[in-house]
């Protein structure tokens, strides 16, 4: 499953984007999804997750009240909504998928990754 995020940009902080993530296939209705971001001399860390059919959601703690994390298995595409930007959220945000029934936190727990997508959020 090839994935193509899109959606970052230049934002004014107390802004909102909506980030997409294109598959290639179909299957991707068969794979957890998730969302991560790395920001400049920092580790990626895990953002949000859903389940295959967009039943069960995960969030890391510091992002549950402005993220959300959404699927359109028709659409072969996945989103993560950020609203309430703020300058520490710059970063590049990447997607990936996971075989799995659950929901990964772990980037270990994903085996396809799209390219990432920059979000930049000026004060």
């Known amino acids: 499953v090839q994935l193509q995020a899109s959606g970052g940009g230049l934002v004014q902080a107390g802004g909102s984007l909506r980030l997409s993530c294109a598959a290639s296939e179909r299957t991707f209705s068969h794979y957890a999804m998730g969302w991560f971001r790395q920001a400049p001399g920092k580790e990626r860390e895990f953002v949000a997750a859903i389940n295959w059919v967009g039943g069960v959601t995960r969030y890391a703690y510091s992002f549950e009240d402005r993220f959300t994390v959404s699927r359109d298995n028709a659409k072969k595409t996945g989103y993560l909504e950020i609203n309430s930007l703020k300058p520490e959220d710059t970063a590049v945000y990447y997607c990936?998928?996971?075989?799995?029934?659950?929901?990964?936190?772990?980037?270990?727990?994903?085996?396809?990754w799209g390219q990432g997508t920059q979000v930049t959020v000026s004060s």
């Open positions: 990936a998928a996971a075989s799995s029934w659950g929901v990964p936190v772990s980037a270990s727990g994903y085996v396809y």
